[in-house]
């Protein structure tokens, strides 16, 4: 589902999301918004790739929490988020997968929490499913991002399913046509975390950075906390 900003039907979009896994926002930010978020964002190295944990100074706006605290239907939070900067010099693919892992405070095994592993100095877990489907994810696009340039693809509905392994991915991407979701920049996809997505190398390479801020809107159970959860005062 497409929407404009300032014509946008927040009811409807959730309805999307919870269909579809996914929405696109058109317009969400205007050239000169992109322009002043982004350069507040690091400058990443130009085979770097991206920056994994961008500080919260950097990315938290009241346009975006807004958004998803919207789109959530309830008051929302930051837990991560990752700058994707693909370049003519750092042009890669990532084949089909969910986002399985959140990032923890510290490590404490409790049951349904698995495959922990450490990143950058940070703990990051597989939570119980249900976590994952209580959360949201904005993309918030810095540039251009059209067909030949590595678009993001979904297969809509495919968040629904649970964990998929390797088998029943494949069987579904025989099942089910996969969608292109292009964007320009200020657009914002929202998407669950365990829709089943994948992204190309780009055929016409060019910087295309994509902001990827997850929301939770409820605590972990205890003794686990999230490694950091930004809330706008």
Known sequence: ????????????????IARDGYALLQGFLNAGECAGLAARLPQTAARAGGTRNV???LHCTDTLDAAA????DRPAFAVRAILFDKTPQSNWAVPWHQDLAIPVHERHDLPGYRAWSLKEGVW???????????MLTLRLHLDDCTADNAPLQVV???????????PATAALLEQRLAVTCAARAGDVLAMRPLLLHASAKARQPRQRRVLHVEYAAQELPAPLRWHRAWRQD
């Open 156 to 166: 809509p509905g495919s968040h629904a399913l649970g964990r998929l392994g390797a």
């Open 55 to 57: 500080p919260s100074e």
């Open 69 to 72: 605290c919207q789109l959530m």
């Open 124 to 134: 990051h877990v597989q939570p119980p499913p249900a976590v994952l489907d209580a």
């Open 1 to 16: 589902m497409q929407a404009e900003r300032g014509r946008t039907d927040a009811a409807a979009v959730r309805h999307a």
